[in-house]
């Protein structure tokens, strides 16, 4: 049995992942924010448990996703509605 790591994390280390991709985008040949990106994609791999960032990426969309979804039909299902 594999432990889940907290949703918030995952949310927040998802949205510092795609910061990092935009800023590798931007400035190719930064060897700091390259370094930076990678570190971030290793510990989504990690955290999610999957070999590649894209992979450990998809993973944590799904996961992520799955909770705001679950509190959505949460929410929809209190009076006032």
Do not use: W
Request: glycine share 4%.
């Amino acid at each position: 049995m594999m432990l889940l790591p907290d949703r918030n994390t995952i949310d927040r280390l998802l949205r510092y992942y795609r910061a990092q991709e935009r800023a590798v985008l931007a400035r190719p040949c930064d060897l700091a924010i390259r370094r930076r990106f990678e570190d971030t994609a290793y510990t989504l791999c990690v955290l999610m448990g999957e070999r590649t960032a894209r992979e450990a990426v998809h993973a944590a969309e799904r996961y992520v996703g799955k909770a705001k979804a679950a509190s959505r039909q949460t929410l929809e299902g209190l009076p006032g509605s």
